[in-house]
């Protein structure tokens, strides 16, 4: 049976716990992807003539599983790993972490037991890649995404640069256009390439591949990048380890620098000895040659520059900078300048703040395009700081983020207030400072308090005229809220602002509208339906969302008052949550109905991860569901009727506060006993008579039958009588719970065979027709509620801020000082 991929690499990151206290994040990584490592290739190449990975004897991860137990348990991993290091050249890259460092991961039995646990979870069968594809769909590549974020986090400002975020990797890879490579003998290079997450990413947009270059200065994070290829299928990849800047390891023959097709980089920001090891002055690769040479302390525009000389002569790159870089005087005041000039700049893009693990100050993308440079009239820019969602202590690209801005830059569209073509006339009038603010405007436009409002009233008419593209879809609707007032440019509202709501729910434009949205959605659905229930073991899940995202989007270009990115983000959404772990299901088992136990506490439940066994109720047996939710409205009945009694008998000498347990509640035990003790004190007192006898026979017979005489009106007897009441409660309450659980066990018995009846098409019905189009019709529909309530809120607003004129409240003003007075008046007599 297929583990969803959710729990799966949760319970991957779980594996940390048996490293957490010895070290932090930053390195029991490389213990936690060291394993994951040999796993994969041990999965996937062990017992494989002539394969890329040799996995010799004694190098492999069931020579690993062998050790658990064991006290020399952290010696042996050490020496697999050292053989299966030699025996593929990786020498210093999957050794680098000590299985056997008791510092870290304790000493003797501590140790012994840390790293058996730590083995055991890599040998779950679900964690299974001998099948691996290594196309972007496989289990391993989202695992490894999963982990690294996951470190990165955990890592700490210092140390988290090794990673840069996979949905700001998507956006360079994109906006680069590495998918018009046609060969695999294109080339990408990173000359920061940290873990090699930024090169992967690039590399996964080419359809037919390209050859990866990378050079990375920490020696363990170059270890990282090179396990991070072969894991995803690009074994050939040469990362190096070295300084860049100072000694870049790619070279042609005659000794210039190697250049390539593409490239991407997030260097270090504002590296304070960039030039460690160089002269810049005389640097041999001309890197600097009719630029100018970045200021000592600051690196940003060393690593830029650097880009563009290893970039072919129509290559083209991004690299991640921080802001300042746009903007910055004196020597990179000129460097800027001579960039504009020659047209390498094709773009530049503003980000949010907090993206990145290694610093949270914000940072731009800067685009470079060297074909037809010359000829670049302008810098496309783009203004995506307001764009992402928050994301524990980080902030985060969402999808419709990262698909905006793609789609933007790439189709250079202007949208107000986000992106715009600025020309080099233009920027060279503001002495080519690239501050993006001073060409883009995203702020939101103020609000403008209307005096003339304040002092006569009415609605000032341009703050309804500001909402014009409701009126657009809603022509009529304009009149039937608003009438002319008693002076030009003014109107006032025709109804009660708390009406306004209902009355453009039931407004026909309104109505037709939403019939209009909602059948964009039906034509999706109805295309795409028969396409999702012809999934099959085997298909991309990748490609699956692609192609119902992309179609979706298409549909909703040119809808007025709703975002497409919005509509596109419900169901990227709902992939990422649900529909995800559905499909990989599929393409792994087919459509199967398959049970499995979940032990929760002493009781043992049944559960379908496919399929919810709320969604088989729904269906078929909605006659048993009905029964069970009238047996629950009883037993509330009920409940309201207990707590009816507690409110009046508690409190402060109350009858039933004294007969409370420790946790605050009243047991059926103590109000027994009390009870007895009522009983005893009855017996002894002159009231113990045929009344008596006659109450304790109709208790025996049927407590609903006692009745009191209203001559009776001794305080034991109205406790009695309380009591009585209350008991009689709690038994029904417990007949309900009774009869709930019966009818619950015979449902659950039903639903339980009735997945194994379960036909293959009524498994689709379920999957596609009950849980996920449903879902995704809601998500739509909310928002048409976004746009009523939009436009509800802002005319009550403004109705609620001019419905008062100022002389109105003077007038009421004076006429409360006048009371006030009044009162302190009197006050004053009576003090005297």
């Known amino acids: ?38 796993k994969y290739v041990s999965d996937k190449y062990a017992g494989v003539t002539d394969a890329l990975i040799e996995v010799p004897e004694g190098g492999g991860f069931q020579d ?13 991993i050490n020496k697999i790993i050292t053989n299966l290091a030699e025996a593929n050249d990786l020498k210093g890259v999957i050794d680098v972490a000590d299985f056997n460092d008791a510092d870290k991961l304790g000493k003797g039995k501590e140790m012994q037991d840390r790293l058996s646990n730590l083995v055991a979870i890599f040998e779950t069968p679900a964690l299974n890649f001998s099948k691996n594809r290594a196309d972007g769909d496989d289990i391993l590549g989202d695992a490894y995404e999963y982990l690294m974020r996951n470190f990165a986090t955990q890592s700490g400002k210092s140390k988290g640069q090794f990673y840069t975020p996979a949905e700001v990797s998507r956006v360079i890879s994109q906006v680069i256009g590495v998918n018009s490579a046609r060969s695999q003998s294109q080339t990408i290079y990173d000359p920061t390439c940290g873990s090699g997450s930024l090169l992967l990413k690039s590399a996964d947009e080419a359809e037919r591949g390209l ?34 800047l100072s000694s870049p390891y790619f070279k042609d023959a005659d000794g210039s620098l190697k250049t390539f097709d593409f490239a991407v980089a997030n260097p270090p920001f504002s590296s304070k000895a960039w030039s460690n090891g160089l002269n810049p002055a005389k640097d041999e690769f001309q890197r600097f040659d009719g630029f100018g040479i ?18 072919k002569s129509n290559g083209k790159g991004a690299i991640i900078l921080p802001h300042g870089v746009l903007f910055r005087g004196n020597a990179e005041a000129e460097i800027r300048k001579n960039l504009i000039c020659k047209g390498i700049i094709k773009g530049i893009i503003g980000l949010p703040p907090n993206l990145f693990y290694g610093t949270g100050i914000p940072a731009c993308i800067i685009v470079l395009d060297k074909e037809n440079a010359e000829n670049r009239q302008g810098i496309f820019m783009i203004d995506a700081s307001k764009g992402f969602v928050k994301d524990g202590n980080k902030n985060r690209l969402r999808e419709q983020d ?16 986000y992106s715009r073509m600025v020309t080099v006339e233009e920027i060279a009038g503001n002495d080519y400072n690239l501050n993006i603010p001073r060409y883009i405007d995203s702020q939101e436009e103020e609000d403008i308090q209307d005096i003339e409002a304040h002092l006569f009233g009415g609605i000032p008419k341009r703050d309804i005229e500001a909402l014009k593209d409701y009126w657009q879809v809603y022509p009529t609707l304009q009149q039937e809220l608003f009438e002319a007032a008693d002076r030009p440019g003014y109107l006032m509202l ?11 729910f039931a407004h026909p434009e309104f109505i037709s509208y939403g019939k209009d949205i909602q059948a964009v959605f039906e034509t999706w659905q109805e295309k795409h339906t028969p396409l999702l229930k012809a999934i099959k073991p085997g298909d991309k899940p990748k490609a699956i969302i692609h192609a ?13 008052l709703i975002d497409k990115y919005d509509v596109y983000q419900h169901l990227m959404t709902y992939w990422v949550e649900s529909m995800k772990d559905d499909v990989y299901i599929l393409v792994e088992d087919g459509w199967k109905a398959e049970l499995k136990a979940v032990k929760k506490g002493k009781v043992t439940d049944f559960i379908c991860e496919l399929i919810p066994k709320e969604l088989v109720i729904n269906r078929y047996f909605p006659d048993e569901k009905a029964k069970i939710e009238q047996l629950e409205l009883a037993k509330e009945t009920i409940t309201r009727q207990k707590e009816e009694i507690e409110e009046e008998y508690s409190g402060e000498e109350g009858i039933l506060d004294c007969l409370k347990n420790d946790k605050g509640k009243i047991t059926k035990g103590n109000l027994q006993d009390r009870v007895m003790i009522l009983k005893n004190e009855i017996k002894e007192s002159v009231l113990y008579s045929k009344e008596l006898k006659k109450y304790a026979h109709a208790i025996k017979k049927d407590f609903a039958a006692v009745h009191w005489s209203k001559g009776i009106n001794d305080e034991a007897f109205q406790e009695l009588d309380v009591i009585y009441d209350y008991l009689i409660l709690i038994d029904k309450e417990s007949d309900c719970d009774n009869a709930i659980k019966e009818a619950q066990t015979a449902l659950d018995k039903k639903v339980i065979k009735k997945y194994g009846d379960m036909t293959e098409d009524e498994i689709k019905t379920l999957v596609v027709d009950d849980k996920w189009m449903p879902t995704l019709r809601q998500a739509i529909a909310s928002e048409m509620d976004r746009i009523s309530q939009r436009l509800t809120l802002r005319i009550q607003e403004l109705a609620e801020r001019y419905d008062t004129p100022l002389p109105q409240l003077t007038s009421k003003v004076e006429e409360l000082t006048s009371k006030v007075e009044a009162h302190l008046q009197r006050m004053e007599m009576v003090w005297n």
Request: one cysteine or more; a neutral charge; hydrophobic letters at 40%.
């Open 211 to 244: 050859t990866i270059y990378g050079q990375e200065m920490d020696n363990a994070t170059r270890a990282l990048a090179r396990m991070n290829m072969i894991l995803h299928g690009h074994p050939t990849a040469e990362i190096w380890q070295d300084n860049t």
């Open 294 to 311: 970045p200021p000592a302390k600051n690196g940003d525009y060393a690593f830029l520059l650097h880009m563009v000389r290893s970039l």
């Open 64 to 76: 690993i599983v062998a050790l658990k137990g064991q006290k020399d348990i952290g010696d042996g």
């Open 548 to 560: 119902l995202s992309e179609d979706l989007l298409q549909g909703f270009i040119g809808k007025s």
């Open 402 to 417: 990262i698909h905006k801005i793609v789609d933007v830059l790439n189709k250079q569209l202007e949208v107000a207030k």
């Open 1 to 38: 049976m297929a583990i969803k991929k959710s729990e799966l690499y949760s319970s991957l990151w779980k594996s940390c716990d048996e490293l957490r206290g010895g070290m932090d994040a930053s390195q029991y990584k490389d213990y936690v992807l060291v394993l994951l490592f040999v």
């Open 494 to 504: 025709k109804i009660p602002g708390s009406e306004v709501k209902a009355c453009i």
